[in-house]
């Protein structure tokens, strides 16, 4: 596991969300969730709307990402509601990253074609801290990365992205269900199936 060893983005606690632009094709737009503490926002699960803290604990409703691919188009992971999803906070030269990358890949293969209790599939979303646009690429076609959810702000430890969900050591993950919903997190080798199989429907 690869730690944090420089300062991440502040979070500004009076600001629920924010943007931030830029002109440049291969800088990431990004909009998270800030102010965890204090947002919440409503889901409706079976008829009835039920209030969710917007945070990242187990439990919660897991913060907006939208980020550019590797291409320069916003992906935003709210994009992927009704899908079971692995939102996977790795990068091209963190060494655990990639040798858990092969553990994630058979997840995905294994699970993309599944039938869930209540979820329409299973998707992964990668979140890069690579700062490094060929370098990132190589190592998601190197690693076979096949999803097509790649994002990142180039940014490394001052992603905005990790600063929110508290990201201080990768890999990291969160499985999210298909209202937005925190399943389980930090998920690596066997742990990441059994949490997923317990979503699968049994026939």
């Known amino acids: 596991m690869i730690l944090k060893t420089t300062i991440g983005a502040t979070l500004i606690a009076s600001a629920a969300f924010f943007s931030l ?10 909009e998270v969730s800030h102010d965890n503490l204090r947002a919440s926002s409503s889901i409706e699960v079976g008829g009835e709307v039920t209030e969710l803290r917007i945070g990242t604990a187990v439990g919660d409703l897991a913060p907006e990402i939208a980020m550019n691919n ?7 992971l709210s994009d992927l509601r009704g899908q079971l999803v692995l ?10 990253c990639r040798r858990e ?3 994630v890949v058979n997840a995905y293969k294994k699970y993309k074609k599944a039938k869930f209790k209540s979820a329409e599939g299973f998707e992964v979303y990668s979140v890069s801290l690579d700062s490094d646009v060929a370098r990132w690429e190589a190592a998601i076609k190197k690693d076979k990365l096949e999803w097509k959810w ?3 702000d180039l940014k ?9 969900y508290g990201v201080n050591s990768i890999p990291m993950s969160f499985l999210i269900d298909e209202n937005g919903v925190i399943l389980a997190k930090n998920l690596r080798g066997f742990e990441l199936h059994r949490q997923i199989d317990q979503h699968v429907a049994s026939f």
């Open 70 to 76: 590797t291409k320069g188009k916003p992906m935003k």
């Open 156 to 164: 490394r430890w001052n992603s905005e992205a990790a600063a929110v």
């Open 150 to 152: 790649h994002v990142s």
């Open 21 to 30: 632009q830029s002109t440049s094709e291969n800088e990431a737009i990004t």
């Open 87 to 96: 939102i996977d906070f790795w990068a091209s030269w963190c060494g655990p």
């Open 101 to 103: 990358n092969p553990n």
